[in-house]
């Protein structure tokens, strides 16, 4: 075809991580449409074909961290409950050798505008190559980390060492750090993975900490693939009975709230989740712990307690567990760890307070702080995060109906309904977004639900013979009232992070996610469908 010409499609999808493949799955395979995937960088994977910096790895145990269909996992075993990128990436490998994903992707295809045409119900989407694509579904397909957000700090490429943001890190990138002095900017989970992996071989290693994480142990497995042929016997009830809980996980939250139980009992059920590990201490927690403030600090101290004797520096345990909580303790995200902070026991292993003393800007030979030092250094590594959520979503140029920018829109709030459909932007559907249960679902579990749900309706629409369909912006108020009533009964807006959008300067501060629990948004997505798009208008 002429380089001018129009692609048709029934369905682009944008982004090629777990929910854009398993829409191209649902779409392509089972409702036969012409769909395909268009996909910023070259291969498929998302997040962990992006994030493959050092110590990379995900915090949600397998077989739940993967796609329940048994195609899928009848075919693949893990080495490890909580498995690297590399491992992660190898399974995309193998997913795509089952559902032939990768013959349906356009690569290096960076989508920079799309808007929709009421006369002909379709999509016009434009890359920035040039070309031209119409599609009756447009879905948003890009995660929540597709923003990386790096500070204004000045200097940055005239460091002399070796600099990398954890979200860019170059493919195939073998940093040596043995024999160097490193640097991590930031104690999020990036920030922990990547010192745990590189103070245990630098020479000096120092991390550059605001906000201490409040770390759980994640008490890694290696996994035994005999074991686990034999345990595939019992997949499909466990998968199915995992996603009918809270967070998709193998546990829910405890039904009692924190002092119905005397000292002693509490204690234990805290040293339990605590040695059961994973996010078992936030998830599977009393039902109190996110949002009555006594509650949560009494859970806190019990983990402050834990780690500060892990931890042999008086003054090393107070930037990193400190005695007076920096914040509810799951109002931000916990990270698991291994031996985080055993390195910290080391003598050529520091941590620089950037709370007491922010970073002023980066020297050809290290990294500046208020207090007039120069921390010299060789190589930096920076996990100061992403513009999470929505940053990704509002940088691919798209326009109601009205021809008015998503940006624009939002510009001081943000609001959908379901999570899955904006007001004024009919048939696109956004998975795995803001305003839906996220940053508090195992990942797949929530992609596999909204991505049946999104198939559901467009079968639907296909068999009534419905041009479109747009979220009513009554149903989009009552769905942002619910999200933000239900995110301040808990203790989530008494943080600064990337749940709220407050880890951004100038972002609007409001709760990014559905914090109601995966089986009351189920029934929210239902609804709609059973009674007759229900929160939609059709054309
Ligand atoms: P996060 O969790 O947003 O962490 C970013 C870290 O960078 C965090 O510790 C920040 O400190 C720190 N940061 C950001 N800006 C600065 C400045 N200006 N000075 C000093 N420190 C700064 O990102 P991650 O990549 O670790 O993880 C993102 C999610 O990906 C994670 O939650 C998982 O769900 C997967 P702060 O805490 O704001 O004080």
Redesign the pocket.
């Known amino acids: 075809p002429a380089s001018n010409a129009i692609t048709i499609l029934d369905a682009l999808i944008i982004g090629s991580g777990f929910s854009g493949i398993y829409l191209l799955h649902k779409l392509r395979d089972e409702l036969k449409l012409d769909a395909k995937i268009f996909e910023a960088e070259s291969d498929i994977g998302g997040t962990w074909n992006n994030n493959r910096y050092p110590g990379a790895r995900v915090d949600c145990p397998v077989p739940l961290y993967a796609y329940s269909s048994p195609k899928v996992w009848e075919s693949w075993t893990w080495t490890e409950l909580y498995p690297s990128q590399k491992e992660i990436k190898a399974y995309f490998d193998h997913v795509d050798g089952v559902w032939e994903i990768r013959k349906d992707c356009v690569f290096n295809s960076r989508v920079n505008e799309a808007t929709f045409d009421e006369c002909v119900a379709r999509w016009t989407i434009r890359t920035t190559d040039g070309k031209v694509t119409m599609a009756k579904y447009l879905l948003v397909a890009v995660g929540f ?1 597709s923003k990386s ?1 790096l ?1 204004e700090w000045e200097g940055l490429d005239l460091f002399e060492g070796v600099v990398y943001h ?1 979200a860019h890190w170059p493919k195939d990138a073998e940093v040596d750090v043995k024999g160097k002095k490193i640097a991590v ?7 922990v993975q990547i010192f745990q992996e590189w103070a245990k071989v630098a020479d000096e290693a120092t991390i ?4 201490p ?1 409040l770390c759980l142990p994640m008490r890694q497995e290696k996994l035994d693939a005999d074991q686990q042929v034999k345990e595939k016997v019992d997949y499909v009830d466990y998968l199915a009975q995992c996603a009918t809980t809270f967070a998709g996980l193998e546990y829910q939250v405890t039904p009692t709230n924190t002092f119905d139980a005397g000292e002693e009992e509490r204690e234990a059920f805290w040293e339990s989740l605590y040695q059961s590990g994973g996010f078992r201490f936030w998830q599977n927690n009393y039902q109190d712990f996110i949002s009555n403030l006594e509650a949560n600090q009494a859970a806190y101290s019990f983990w402050a307690r834990k780690t500060r004797a892990r931890i042999q520096d008086p003054k090393k345990q107070d930037l990193l567990a400190p005695l007076v909580p920096p914040h509810p303790f799951g109002a ?2 916990p990270s698991l760890e291994q031996d985080f902070y055993e390195q910290f026991n080391k003598p050529n292993v520091h941590i620089v307070d ?1 709370e007491s003393n ?2 002023v800007d980066v020297t050809p030979t290290g990294i500046a702080t208020t207090d007039g030092k120069v921390h010299e250094v060789d190589i930096i590594a920076v ?4 513009d ?1 959520v929505t940053g990704g979503l509002l940088s691919l140029g798209l326009k109601d109906v009205n021809g008015v920018g998503l940006d624009e829109r939002w510009k001081d709030g943000m609001s959908t309904y379901l999570g899955m459909a904006v007001s004024g932007f009919p048939n696109m559907f956004l998975p795995y977004s803001l305003q839906a249960p996220t ?1 508090f679902a195992n990942g797949p579990t929530l992609i596999e639900l909204q991505g049946d749900w999104i198939a559901s309706i467009i079968t639907k629409m296909e068999k009534e013979n419905i041009r479109s369909v747009t979220a009513t912006p009554d149903a989009a108020s009552a769905w942002n009232n619910e999200v933000n009533t239900i995110a301040n009964m808990t203790l989530l807006p008494l943080a ?3 749940y709220m959008g407050s ?1 951004i300067p100038g972002k609007p501060v409001q709760s990014l996610n559905y914090v109601g629990g995966l089986p009351t948004y189920r029934e929210r997505c239902a609804k709609a469908l059973d009674e007759d798009f229900f929160g939609f208008a059709k054309a």
């Open positions: 980390a957000y500070p954890s900017i930031g104690t999020g989970s990036t920030g550059f900490q605001r906000t994480n931000k995200r950037t922010p970073i996990a100061t995060g992403f999470a940053a600064k992070s990337w880890n």
